[in-house]
């Protein structure tokens, strides 16, 4: 089984909305810190939200508001609810697992969002926003 996979990206048009989903197996049903990032031609991979095992939630400034992230544990599985989309979120999107819990925060309790923290990653899925 591959540890992480993605699906729901597609086409939209500006304002629009999608659900992404990211199915966990094996060594990533248990970590800790579950996150989404995406990635543009040209650009690094940007972390945009992480989760814990109990609900605790980051945001990047610039998803909060317009991005909400998920998990149900008992279906093992990540969720990215992506609203009023701009051509600006062009990317693709994946979702990461962190298995050496660097990315939790125990000062804080939270996870962090950098892509240096993650150890798992899904293959990715396109999402293009246009007119």
């Known amino acids: 089984q591959v540890p992480l996979v993605e699906s729901g990206g597609g086409s939209v048009e500006p304002g629009g909305s999608l659900r992404l989903s990211c199915a966990t197996s094996?060594?990533?049903?248990?970590?800790?810190?579950l996150g989404w990032f995406r990635q543009t031609p040209g650009k690094e991979r940007e972390g945009l939200a992480s989760?814990?095992?109990?609900?605790?939630?980051t945001y990047a400034e610039f998803a909060r508001g317009r991005f909400t992230i998920s998990r149900d544990t008992g279906k093992n599985a990540l969720f990215l609810q992506l609203n009023n989309l701009t051509p600006e979120d062009t990317a693709v999107y994946y979702c990461?697992?962190?298995?050496?819990?660097?990315?939790?925060?125990?000062?804080?309790?939270?996870?962090?969002?950098?892509?240096?923290?993650?150890?798992?990653w899904g293959q990715g899925t396109q999402v293009t926003v246009s007119s």
């Open positions: 990461a697992a962190d298995r050496t819990d660097r990315a939790y925060d125990r000062f804080r309790g939270r996870c962090q969002i950098f892509t240096s923290t993650h150890d798992y």
């Open positions: 094996g060594p990533t049903i248990s970590s800790r810190c």
């Open positions: 989760i814990t095992r109990d609900g605790t939630l």
